[in-house]
């Protein structure tokens, strides 16, 4: 089967991806938006027409760039609310916050992430990267299913990484307690689980209207890396010495693009459970490949593995009582 493409350039800037779709009357929520990929992505819907939600962890950054993205694109219909991941009761609060805006989601953009964090805990003792990144966008997107479901046809966009081919889950030790801690470990293993919950999210929806895909966005440098030790962005080829970032690296704008796509595409109507990049359906990953940025390891899309991830994850919510 030939893969899905836009008929955009991979590096197609999120606007261009929407200059001729009106999204007046939908709703989006994007998680993460007060920075990065994800103001580029709330510009990109605003200025379409849509009306979006922007849980944030910093409400007061949030303002700033909602006020900010309001009067670039002249649609005013954005709102900010309080989310932090890391808290179970936090996305409980924000999901009901939600819901109360908007009965009616069209798309659920669950960018919002951290990476390469020292060793820590959530505040409900799941390891840091695992507990934000997926157990928290994981019980958000369950929460705000009833409003997906009623705005059917609606599309969930789960933000992965390439970092996924660093780890499969650690299905015996998730939370690294008794296996020696390694950041880049944590951190791929958060990004398999995301795409891995949108294969099962799209299974187990895909019949009532509401499709998931997996999005890795590309290299881009961010706030993402700020847990990174100082130096190890230049000796990873990611930054040059002058502080340039990798010409192989996109533009947060250019970044935003495949998340917009996915969320927004005619091309992907009905259509759930990929692994997206560079504005496409990416495929297996090739070992010997002359790009070797581009390509999946089968672990991030296996069914079975899907299932048992859902079940663990319900498990580990269930457990406090969240």
Not at 150 to 165: I, Y
Request: net charge negative; glycine share 8%.
């Amino acid at each position: 089967m030939t893969p899905i493409k836009s008929p955009l350039a991979p590096r197609a800037d999120a606007a261009d991806l929407l200059k001729d779709t009106d999204l007046t009357g939908q709703t989006a929520v994007v998680t993460g938006a007060a920075s990065g990929l994800g103001v580029e992505t709330v510009r990109a819907l605003l200025g379409a027409g849509a009306r979006v939600i922007m849980p944030v962890r910093d409400t007061a950054r949030g303002e700033e760039v909602a006020r900010d993205l309001a009067q670039a694109t002249g649609n005013s219909d954005v709102h900010v609310l309080h989310l932090d991941l890391s808290s179970l009761a936090s996305v409980r609060q924000a999901a009901s916050e939600i819901l109360a805006l908007a009965p009616q989601i069209r798309m659920l953009i669950n960018n919002a992430g951290v990476m390469a964090t020292p060793q820590g805990q959530t505040a409900d003792g799941f390891e840091t990267q695992f507990g934000t990144n997926h157990l928290g966008h994981f019980q958000l997107t369950r929460l705000l299913m009833p409003a997906l479901l009623a705005a059917a046809p609606a599309r969930v966009v789960a933000l992965s990484s390439s970092a996924h081919r660093l780890s499969d889950i650690h299905w015996d030790d998730p939370n690294f307690q008794a296996t020696p801690y390694d950041p880049w470990q944590a951190y791929g293993q958060s990004k398999t689980a995301n795409a891995l919950f949108a294969v099962e999210l799209n299974r187990r929806y895909a019949d009532q209207g509401v499709t998931a895909n997996a999005v890795h966005p590309g290299g881009i440098m961010t706030g993402l890396q700020k847990h990174m030790p100082e130096g190890e962005a230049q000796r990873r080829g990611w930054i040059d010495e002058n502080g340039m970032p990798n010409p192989a690296f996109k533009t947060p704008t250019q970044g935003a693009g495949t998340s917009v796509w996915a969320a927004t595409a005619p091309e992907l109507d009905c259509v759930g459970g990929l692994f997206l990049e560079d504005l496409q359906q990416s495929t297996p990953l090739d070992e010997a490949s002359p790009n070797p940025l581009f390509g999946y390891k089968p672990h991030a899309l296996d069914a079975d593995s899907a299932r048992r991830l859902w079940t663990l994850s319900e498990d580990l919510i269930d457990q406090t009582g969240k």
